[in-house]
């Protein structure tokens, strides 16, 4: 019987009608059926995805592996049965409402084979406003250091994995944790692995978001998420011997997955659910923040990290509030050092100093909170979206989406007027849309540190621009090519300001029409 040289593995829980597409993005990869096996585990489900399944596999004899089982409540289960049944010399992990590019197994098993690679990345681009991080596919690269790399922000399953490693090491998900198992099972593989590559040539891996948003990962609970936090950050600390190589993938926790936990929802919660949350983080970062992790972050995530150590629940939500309806506090100045002004600063029986300073702390110079929005035109007849906001601080300063810089005029001394073009953001948007982060940062704009080429929550050296109040303005509609494209500024979960470019698609309509409805 000839080896396949890689199994696809897929868990599935009602993920019709995604599904569909999943499957036929697997039927129609170049590498060919002789090549490839499908391992799909239904995990229960009670839509008709399980009779899709079964549907392919009488279809595509020989190709597909389809295995029942009843529901587990997470994907680590199905994962672990469907490495049980894999032959290939890899396996490849896909999300079952994503979909692949038509050449990216014969892409990935091409460069493995080449590099001797132990693990391949392939470029992932978001679907339906989905934020991927980009950073790690700013190139190609043969061999890429877990430790001095973007990769421990990267530590999705999404990747090509040689077996025999996986085999060689035991590496297994944990299906103690219903909500992200991938996380230790890809970073045990990375830290055991020989070479690790990536491929920025070609978009390999689309992951998409669902318009009603019904996931284990959408849906998923503060309580839900700590114990997975907790549990992941006690995994590195097991894995990685204390120094700076544990730091470097404990920055990336603290700076994503941690700070989630304390952004601005938080304050809609019941209390029993902030005290857990607060305490649970106190926990993480007194057992594990380091001075050098510490320094990675950003001012916003440092403070609230550090309440949950040396400040009540009340303390941290005081800060959150500020941030999430007011804006930025005022900066105290006392010799050289700086201090945040929140709320509880120099309280009676208040928080330490220390937990406030921003001395040193390059993105605070650069904290903005947007006051309006429009859309405009400039004056070379230009469409822009036109952003004004209010800064505290003085000097140069340089505010993009991501990769897009603004033309940043001073109005006055705290009122910058910050325009975008229309057409800059179309022209760097991919097919499938894409929604980016708007943040400032101090002096000449460099996109290796704007937020969201580097994180979504936390890394020091860009701010992300709030907009607590600010009414966003009416879609703007827009053709590139042969596609109309919505372009939107948009707040986030915490306030911050986005601005996303969607494709006018027969599903999106259909979604915003129920949504519509419902209202």
């Known amino acids: 019987m000839t080896v396949p040289d890689v199994s696809v593995l897929v868990a599935v829980y009602n993920t019709m009608p995604y599904l569909t597409e999943c499957l036929d993005s697997l039927v129609a990869q170049t590498i060919g059926p002789e090549r490839l096996q499908i391992v799909a585990v ?25 295995v029942h089982q009843p529901n587990s409540g997470g994907p680590a289960r199905p994962f672990n049965r469907g490495l049980d049944a894999a032959t290939g010399r890899y396996v490849f992990f896909l999300g079952a409402d994503d979909h692949l590019g038509p050449d990216a197994l014969r892409r990935l098993v091409e460069a493995a084979d080449r590099w001797e690679s132990d693990v391949v990345l392939g470029r992932v681009v978001g679907v339906n406003s989905r934020h991927i991080y980009q950073d790690i596919f700013a190139s190609t690269q043969a061999d890429v250091d877990l430790y001095d790399s973007p990769l421990p922000r990267s530590l999705a399953n999404t990747k090509l994995f040689r077996r ?72 590195v600390a097991e894995l990685i011997p204390a120094g700076r190589r544990r730091d470097a993938v404990l920055a990336r926790r603290f700076d994503h997955e941690i700070a989630k936990l304390l952004e601005d929802d938080l304050l809609a919660l019941d209390r029993e659910t902030q005290e857990l949350v607060h305490a649970g983080i106190g926990r993480l970062v007194r057992t594990h923040l380091t001075d050098a992790i510490a320094a990675e972050l950003n001012a916003e995530t440092r403070i609230r990290l550090a309440l949950t150590r040396d400040g009540s629940v009340d303390d941290l939500l005081a800060v959150i509030r500020q941030d999430a309806e007011i804006g930025v506090p005022p900066t105290v100045v006392e010799g050289e050092r700086r201090y945040a002004a929140y709320p509880g600063f120099r309280g009676a029986g208040g928080p330490p100093d220390e937990v406030f300073e921003v001395t040193g702390v390059p993105d605070w110079s650069a904290k903005l909170d947007a006051t309006a929005l429009a859309w405009e035109t400039d004056e070379q007849g230009d469409r822009v979206l036109t952003v004004t906001a209010k800064r505290t601080d003085a000097g140069p300063l340089a505010v993009s989406a991501e990769e897009i810089p603004g033309d940043v005029t001073p109005l006055d001394d705290t009122t910058l007027r910050i325009r975008f073009r229309v057409a800059d953001l179309l022209a760097n948007t991919p097919r499938t849309g894409r929604r980016r982060a ?30 607590p109040g600010v009414h966003t303005t009416n879609p703007l509609v827009r053709r590139r090519g042969t596609r109309l494209f919505v372009v939107t500024p948009v707040r986030d979960t915490s306030g911050r300001l986005m601005v996303s470019v969607v494709p006018v698609t027969a599903a999106r309509v259909t979604a915003q029409l129920r949504r519509a409805l419902r209202r």
């Open 164 to 235: 025999a490693l996986l085999d060689k090491h035991a590496i297994r998900y944990r299906e103690d944790l219903p909500l992200g198992s991938d996380l230790p099972f890809t970073l045990a593989a990375c830290f055991h692995a020989r070479r690790i590559s990536v491929l920025a040539d070609y978009d390999y891996y689309f992951a998409v978001r669902r318009h009603q948003a019904t996931n284990i990962t959408y849906l998923s609970r503060h309580a839900d998420r700590l114990r997975t936090v907790e549990a992941t950050t006690a995994y």
């Open 42 to 66: 239904d995990d229960g489900s009670t839509d008709t995805s399980g009779a899709e399944l079964d549907r392919y596999a009488a279809r595509h004899p020989g190709l597909f592996t389809v």
């Open 438 to 467: 708007v943040s400032a940062q101090p002096g000449e704009f460099d996109p290796t540190r704007a937020v969201g080429a580097a994180t979504a929550t936390g890394a020091a050296g860009a701010a992300a621009v709030r907009a």
